[in-house]
């Protein structure tokens, strides 16, 4: 909860913060950490072997990290330490955004082959078993987040607190709501929705899409955000700032992906580019036009830096990473 | 945490106690309960209506609410009152083991049509829809554990601790991975894992069969009946019996599952019979013949009453039960 009392100016990142070792000893500590969750030689857990390595297979194959690492940021940004219970919350995000990103791949959902420069849960592990990796990771996210240890570490009230925010913005008003709005809105054929009843009767407008977003990307973002600044002790004013910092920080996000599945290239998103719209699903520059979309992310971006203008130091690396998400490029 | 001082005998229930009004009674708390979580016409939930009602079709297609009543009948032994966090509690784990019929059902899974009498939520909503109902139920069980409410009436400390017994028994070391065994045992075309490295070398022994069992249905049985037992304040005594009591009803249920597999008619089961022989399914018959199985039943009805031997007459609606699970028709 330590703060500085002298409101920082919203700014661009200082110079001398560095980002990119930041970003990397953190996911490292992440990396390490969800690698002790499922290790590569499982020791007694009792669970099939062939389950625990689909859901490692997935949780391995090298994602950014994004989630826990905001999470971890924003634990740190309110005065708090890189506990084990602020990674177990940080890790419990990216097992929630790997399950999601397993099912969203399935023939019936987006049907893609290949995911992070390799192929998909269930082209090697077939279907079956990708439904249920899906499902253990999961589970296994709030297994992880209720363990004694974290109880233990944190306030048990702050804990069901967590567990509560990281549900609700995973659920159906969250997260699977959001992925279920984005099939509707796809070209009928390009998923199992395809009945005149549920084909959208025209290309959808901007508050639609917006809709789609801050469900189905948008509120894991601010829930890692938040759920980092309570495990992390933040106030209730802190936690406010931070709110509204991750909501922009994640419609910044949805629109950057959408900019680069126009503009990037295969070898850098390690996936087919211009899939989204091969397969008709509504993006920002298709709705908005690619200009218009850029100035909407500076907009998010901007609007995700004001937020932060009452935290102070501390907050560095979530400035840098709002940054970042402009000007990534994969 | 009210218990009679004096140990009740081990025996079937007593003539005076009425199982039919008890289940009746409390299943119809139950289905209110889940009716109110999921209303038929949403209010404004924000969530799209069609995994909501996707989510209901399965949810109110009348099962018989076996783990929330074992939640709630074990709260009621160790003296807990029928509270909203009792219910709570008890609905979570009707979430999850509907979510697990929905993916259990899929064309990847068992490829299932029918399920209580009714078409299964794939061949309704479609599988994309399917797939996103059962993980919008899971997630809706964690998330209605950790709700304001519940959190206020229930220590958050023994919460979390709920959080955690139900976690462990869905995930990948408890039901998700029985699901996983069950459809490695299986034969190999009746599922996608029909690889040579996957399919049965040998029909599966009577251990294998207990081991797929007890993290298919037997765990989330038992932590039906712990949850129910922590919520409802019991001692850590009356919890080590109605664990074994958990486990003991876990089992029984199984076998008489596959007895009614091989003796059901169709009308009973409201699904098609036999189609556990059909598919190959490894059952208690199948291993251990008929007789044998009837006899592993009794035994296992046996321990669970003798499980309850501690506690007073506030158990007789679980002693009944047992005595119920053996025998069902249905």
Chains 1, 2 share one sequence.
Do not use: C, W
Request: hydrophobic share 45%.
């Amino acid at each position: 909860m330590r703060q500085t009392m002298k409101p920082a100016r919203s700014k661009p990142p200082a110079p001398s913060f560095e980002l990119k070792p930041y970003l990397d000893d953190r996911r490292e500590r992440v990396n390490r950490f969800l690698d002790a969750l499922l290790p590569a030689t499982p020791a007694r857990s009792g669970a099939p072997p062939t389950i625990e390595a689909a859901m490692r297979y997935s949780l391995s194959a090298g994602g950014k990290r994004l989630r826990p690492v905001l999470a971890i940021a924003a634990a740190e940004a309110v005065g708090g330490k890189i506990s084990a219970a602020v990674l177990s919350v940080a890790s419990s995000l990216e097992l929630i955004h790997t399950y999601s990103l397993i099912h969203d791949d399935l023939p019936a959902m987006d049907n893609d082959d290949l995911r992070r420069g390799l192929p998909t849960n269930h082209k090697v592990f077939g279907e079956a078993t990708a439904i249920l990796a899906g499902d253990g990771l999961l589970t296994l996210a709030f297994e992880l987040l209720s363990r004694p240890a974290v109880a233990r570490a944190v306030a048990p009230r702050r804990l069901v607190e967590i567990i509560q925010e990281i549900a609700v913005a995973s659920g159906h008003q969250g997260m699977v709501g959001g992925q279920l709005l984005d099939l509707q809105a796809s070209r009928p054929a390009a998923n199992g929705l395809g009945s005149p009843q549920t084909a959208p009767q025209a290309p959808i407008d901007e508050a639609a899409l917006e809709r789609i977003h801050r469900k189905k990307t948008g509120a894991l973002i601010r829930a890692s955000v938040r759920a980092g600044a309570l495990v992390g002790g933040a106030s209730s004013a802190a936690l406010i700032s931070l709110s509204r910092y991750g909501e922009s920080i994640g419609l910044a996000f949805q629109i950057m992906d959408d900019i680069l599945d126009v503009e990037g290239t295969s070898a850098e998103m390690g996936k087919t580019v211009k899939s989204d719209q091969t397969k008709g699903k509504s993006t920002y520059p298709a709705v908005l036009g690619l200009e218009a979309s850029k100035r909407k992310l500076a907009q998010a971006i901007e609007r995700a830096l004001g937020a932060l203008v009452r935290l102070g130091p501390a907050a560095e690396p979530l400035r840098a990473i709002a940054g970042y998400i402009a000007s990534r490029r994969a």
